[in-house]
């Protein structure tokens, strides 16, 4: 297989540019180095195409050495079928590769393989091809202690018959291709299970050519928690009736032994195996969808923008252990704790939290609240609401409701622990919520991207899949910003391209030790960090105090030569003169430039934008939604009212939207417009301000309808 073509043809990319792709991408250049840096080279592939080009490389190269290991078994075996090879070597997907294998894959003991080595296979090739209907005079000849009888005997050669047909890639082929058609996936609901989460899924059945995403993955979680049972559902006559069309031989006098051992062969061997093969298969595309789902929900929540110049007071709600208190200062440092003794329960501690909380906003001059989503919010809320309406110098304080997600993972780790060693978990989970407000891509990078609150069914995917998926956006966004190579965390800075986390922990330990870094040169005294991981990593290496002013933009080491040489062709009185300089080049004056410095047009552009606006964040100012006021219970929700909300979650049924109450409504995607549409994710992403209307408040299963559909956007 020339699997750089398979590649080019698939992504409707160039040839040379997959080439030269591959190339870097096995001498160790890394996604965000190659996208941001090798434009020339690629033709201007992104990081979008470059992760799908690895990604399938990886596939092909796994099909490819997959191939081998079979060839190696048929060599074993002895086995030289020519036409056999051909179609393997011509496989385009693990699925055909082992349904054409799968003859003559070592079996397990089986009533064929049993029988077989009972020496029944003549007996088998026999009643293929006799017409003279003396089969039992035959199977007399056959008769042995785990066969002791004619009927013994000729049961045992139908199963080896049966296999055979089980075994022919040809007819799984056929189902599998009927199945895709007009085959029905059915589910029903298991009568002791003791949830309503999967009613929808109770008495249902569709067509697989219809299916979701969302459904095959609902429906195979229902399943792992024994609350639904799965059926295909398939024209059983149709598909047995071409099975006997090749499988019955002309004339024979044993039609009804044969029509039984392929029914047989059919409800015994195959349908069971399919059925898993087509639900394999299902689940592989399904788990693909949501992997890609979740990609688009997680990058717009990491690059979500950032609260920038502002003090924020980190609220983590709860009941036994009180309401922890986190005060940060614009630049994530802790101004000071508190914790809150129960105020929902008591008098006394309510009125002391309203005193206190009046006294400590004021004394560290913040008047912005992140109030985590978790137990205890809608009180929370309800609490600071309160803290409003009755104190005038606290009538500007915003609340905006933050996902809690991951802040107790993260809140034991290690580093957590390093950072805040006299601080309680749920402190360190108040500092967390604070800081995911303030800077969302620094905070969010220290916890598993899987248990960041946004995609579905993360845990009904194959784990390494969606880690390898989710870590690759991660690094994307982390390195489409760049970071602050002195302040940096180990976590944000392993991210970076070209640096592990060990490297990432000897950068931070050499900061410790020797200070500040002056220059980016200097990384290559950090241990373990050597040339080739300096190449992919000084780029999104930012120093803003630097020796060197290229060291604070995303202008790469091995271009400095070329961008002075710029500055001195554009040079004027001063910084504001050449900025606007380099502002009136025109695509032919950048045109002559490369040609005369030698260098490809988007390696020029690139520093010339960079030296306009050097380390400039793209990520704009943030927004919060204004949440109705007196709305902290799914109880306070009136229906027809029109609300204001944050998308949380993007799927391929809807928006998940937080109007500020403990569960998120759910604006279905016939709800979103007007107008038809088949996928949600081009009308809203996670972080953006939306208002609905209320449909249907559902109190006994916590569900919130809601509708975008003719209300009026901002």
Same mark, same amino acid.
């Given at each position: 297989?020339d699997?750089?073509?398979?590649?080019?043809?698939e992504?409707k990319l160039n040839?040379t540019?997959?080439d !030269?792709?591959?190339?870097?991408?096995?001498?160790g250049?890394t996604?965000?180095?190659?996208?941001?840096y090798?434009?020339e080279a690629?033709?201007g592939?992104?990081?979008e195409n470059?992760?799908d080009l690895?990604e399938?490389?990886v596939a092909y190269?796994?099909?490819?050495?997959?191939?081998?290991?079979?060839?190696?078994s048929l060599?074993?075996q002895n086995?030289q079928?020519?036409?056999?090879?051909a179609?393997?070597t011509?496989?385009m997907?693990?699925a055909?590769?082992?349904d054409?294998?799968?003859?003559?894959k070592?079996k397990?003991?089986?009533?064929?393989?049993?029988a077989?080595k009972a020496?029944?296979?003549?007996?088998?090739e026999?009643l293929?091809?006799?017409?003279?209907?003396k089969?039992?005079?035959?199977?007399k000849?056959?008769i042995c202690?785990?066969?002791?009888?004619?009927?013994?005997?000729?049961q045992?050669?139908?199963?080896i018959i049966a296999?055979e047909?089980?075994?022919n890639?040809?007819?799984?082929t056929?189902?599998?291709?009927?199945?895709a058609?007009?085959?029905?996936?059915?589910s029903?609901?298991?009568?002791?299970?003791?949830?309503s989460?999967?009613?929808n899924y109770?008495?249902?059945?569709?067509?697989i050519?219809?299916?979701?995403s969302?459904?095959?993955l609902?429906?195979?979680r229902g399943?792992?928690?024994k609350a639904?049972?799965?059926?295909?559902?398939?024209?059983?006559?149709y598909?047995l009736?071409h099975?006997k069309t090749?499988?019955i031989?002309?004339?024979?006098?044993?039609q009804?032994l044969?029509e039984?051992?392929?029914?047989?062969s059919y409800?015994r061997l195959i349908f069971?195996?399919?059925s898993n093969d087509?639900?394999?298969?299902?689940?592989?595309?399904?788990?693909d969808?949501?992997?890609?789902?979740?990609?688009?929900?997680?990058?717009?929540?990491?690059l979500y923008?950032?609260?920038?110049?502002?003090k924020?007071?980190?609220?983590?709600?709860?009941?036994?252990?009180?309401?922890?208190? !986190?005060?940060?200062?614009?630049y994530?440092?802790?101004?000071?704790?508190?914790?809150l003794?129960?105020?929902?329960h008591?008098?006394?501690n309510?009125?002391k939290?309203l005193?206190?909380?009046?006294r400590?906003i004021?004394?560290n001059?913040t008047?912005?609240?992140?109030?985590?989503n978790?137990t205890?919010?809608?009180?929370?809320?309800?609490?600071?609401?309160?803290?409003?309406?009755?104190n005038?110098?606290?009538?500007?304080?915003?609340? !905006?409701?933050?996902s809690e997600?991951?802040a107790?993972?993260w809140?034991?780790?290690k580093?957590?622990?390093?950072?805040?060693?006299?601080?309680?978990?749920n402190l360190?989970?108040?500092?967390?919520?604070?800081r995911?407000?303030?800077?969302?891509?620094?905070?969010?990078v220290?916890i598993p991207?899987e248990s960041?609150?946004?995609?579905q069914?993360?845990?009904?995917?194959?784990p390494k899949k969606?880690s390898?998926?989710?870590?690759?956006?991660?690094?994307d966004?982390?390195?489409a910003i760049g970071?602050n190579?002195n302040?940096?965390s180990?976590?944000?800075?392993?991210y970076i391209?070209?640096i592990?986390s060990?490297?990432a922990?000897?950068?931070?330990k050499?900061?410790e030790?020797n200070g500040?870094f002056?220059s980016?040169n200097q990384?290559?005294k950090?241990?373990?960090l050597?040339?080739?991981a300096y190449?992919?990593a000084?780029?999104?290496?930012?120093?803003?105090?630097?020796?060197e002013?290229?060291?604070n933009?995303?202008?790469?080491?091995?271009?400095?030569?070329?961008a002075?040489?710029?500055?001195?062709e554009?040079?004027g009185s001063d910084?504001a003169?050449t900025?606007?300089n380099l502002?009136?080049?025109?695509d032919?004056?950048?045109?002559?430039?490369?040609?005369r410095?030698?260098?490809g047009?988007?390696t020029?552009s690139d520093?010339?934008?960079?030296?306009?606006q050097?380390?400039?964040?793209?990520?704009?100012?943030?927004k919060?939604?204004h949440?109705?006021e007196g709305?902290?219970?799914?109880k306070d929700?009136q229906?027809g009212?029109?609300?204001e909300?944050?998308?949380r979650?993007v799927?391929?049924?809807?928006f998940?939207?937080?109007i500020?109450?403990?569960i998120?409504?759910?604006?279905y995607?016939?709800e979103?417009t007007?107008?038809?549409?088949q996928?949600?994710h081009?009308?809203?992403?996670?972080?953006?301000?939306?208002k609905?209307?209320?449909?249907d408040v559902?109190?006994n299963r916590?569900r919130i309808?809601?509708?975008?559909?003719?209300v009026?956007?901002d």
């Open positions: 297989m699997i750089n073509q398979v590649i080019a043809n992504l040839r540019s997959v !030269a792709a591959v190339s870097m991408l096995d001498d250049a996604v965000p180095f190659i996208a941001r090798r434009k690629t033709g592939l992104t990081d470059l992760r690895e399938k490389l190269r796994n099909l490819e050495d997959r191939k081998k290991t079979v060839f190696k060599d074993d086995i079928d020519e036409e056999l090879r179609k393997i011509e496989a997907t693990m055909e590769v082992e054409l294998y799968r003859p003559y070592p397990k003991v089986t009533r064929a393989s049993k077989i020496g029944l296979k003549p007996l088998s026999y293929k091809t006799d017409k003279t209907g089969l039992k005079e035959e199977a000849n056959y202690e785990d066969y002791p009888s004619e009927d013994k005997c000729i045992g050669a139908l199963d296999e047909i089980s075994d890639p040809n007819y799984r056929f189902i599998k291709n009927y199945a058609k007009k085959g029905q996936l059915t029903a609901k298991i009568s002791d299970a003791d949830t989460t999967y009613d109770a008495d249902y059945s569709k067509r050519c219809d299916l979701k969302y459904n095959i609902a429906i195979n399943v792992d928690k639904l049972t799965k059926k295909f559902v398939f024209d059983d006559e598909i009736n099975i090749f499988e031989p002309s004339k024979t006098p044993y009804s044969f039984e051992m392929i029914a047989d409800n069971s195996s399919v087509i639900f394999s298969e299902l689940m592989d595309k399904a788990s969808q949501a992997i890609e789902e979740f990609k688009v929900s997680l990058k717009a929540t990491l923008p950032p609260l920038k110049n502002k924020v007071l980190g609220f983590d709600p709860g009941f036994t252990h009180g309401c922890k208190l !986190a005060f940060i200062d614009e994530g440092k802790v101004l000071d704790t508190h914790v003794a129960d105020p929902f008591s008098g006394y309510h009125k939290a005193d206190d909380l009046k400590l004021i004394k001059q008047y912005m609240v992140a109030l985590g978790g205890a919010s809608r009180e929370s809320q309800k609490l600071l609401e309160e803290l409003k309406e009755n005038q110098e606290l009538k500007d304080l915003q609340i !905006a409701v933050v997600s991951g107790s993972i809140s034991a780790t580093d957590a622990q390093k950072e805040f060693p006299d601080f309680e978990p360190r989970s108040a500092v967390s919520i604070a995911r407000l303030q800077d969302p891509l620094a905070e969010l220290k991207p960041i609150g946004v995609g069914y993360q845990y009904d995917i194959e969606l390898l998926a989710l870590k690759g956006v991660v690094e966004c982390v390195n970071v190579l302040t940096a180990g976590a944000l800075l392993s391209s070209g592990s060990k490297i922990d000897n950068i931070v050499y900061r030790e500040a002056k980016r990384l290559l950090v241990s373990g050597g040339p080739k190449e992919n000084a780029g999104f290496l930012r120093i803003p105090d630097g020796k002013p290229l060291d933009t995303a202008v790469h080491p091995e271009s400095y030569p070329i002075k040489e710029i500055l001195k554009v040079k910084d003169e900025k606007e502002k009136k080049l025109t032919q004056d950048i045109k002559a430039m490369a040609e410095l030698e260098v047009v988007p020029l520093i010339i934008h960079e030296l306009i050097p380390s400039r964040d793209p990520r704009e100012n943030a919060t939604a949440l109705t709305v902290t219970d799914i929700i229906k009212a029109i609300m909300g944050t998308i979650n799927t391929g049924f809807g998940f939207v937080d500020g109450v403990e998120n409504g759910l604006v995607i016939s979103i007007n107008k038809f549409i996928d949600p081009p009308y809203g992403k996670p972080g953006d301000i939306v609905v209307k209320v449909l559902d109190l916590k309808s809601l509708s975008m559909k003719n009026k956007q």
